[in-house]
């Protein structure tokens, strides 16, 4: 099976070869030229993007699991959940409300609806922090529902992980 890394890179250009990267400012540090979610945020793959501030991006999942799947990332190259401290705190909770306002946007209110979670490495399938927002959770397919589910060895909600990062020290 082709991974979500591979699919979007052969989508990159119509022969299925990466597309040419274009020389920006602002690629620095902050930017992972091998990273298919910066490719995205950065308009370097045609992927239509939700939203697109200084700090957030989101767009929708190209294997969504519920009918409202979207995945909201940080703006800048950031590693997985795993990998963030204590001062990441603003940062998930940004993602979160950004999440939250393209629901809204989207007409889901029902909060008890909606799934925001990370996946836990090594499960995950592009190194970029990236929020999970699934709704509604009732209409999740028997597979999403184990993908996506919360307790596992795999996925941790946005709350689970901001407890997590209050905790350290």
């Not at 274009?22 to 992972?32: C, F, H, I, N």
């Not at 910066?38 to 700090?55: A, F, P, S």
Request: charged share 25%; hydrophobic share 40%; net charge neutral.
């Amino acid at each position: 099976m082709m991974s979500l890394s591979s699919r979007a890179l052969k989508m990159a250009s119509s022969d299925g070869a990466p597309a040419a990267e274009p020389v920006r400012a602002e690629q620095s540090d902050s930017y992972d030229k091998k990273c298919i979610f910066c490719k995205i945020v950065n308009g370097e793959v045609d992927t239509e993007l939700l939203h697109r501030d200084d700090e957030i991006s989101c767009f929708r999942d190209i294997r969504p699991g519920a009918p409202h799947h979207y995945l909201v990332v940080p703006t800048k190259h950031v590693g997985n959940c795993k990998s963030l401290r204590k001062e990441h705190v603003p940062l998930v909770e940004k993602l979160v409300e950004t999440g939250k306002d393209i629901l809204q946007k989207n007409n889901v209110t029902d909060l008890s609806e909606v799934r925001f979670g990370f996946h836990w490495p090594p499960f995950h399938s592009v190194v970029h922090l990236h929020l999970h927002v699934l709704a509604p959770v009732s209409q999740m397919g028997f597979m999403s529902r184990l993908i996506f589910r919360p307790d596992s060895y795999w996925f941790i909600t946005a709350e689970q992980l901001l407890q997590r990062l209050n905790s350290m020290d």
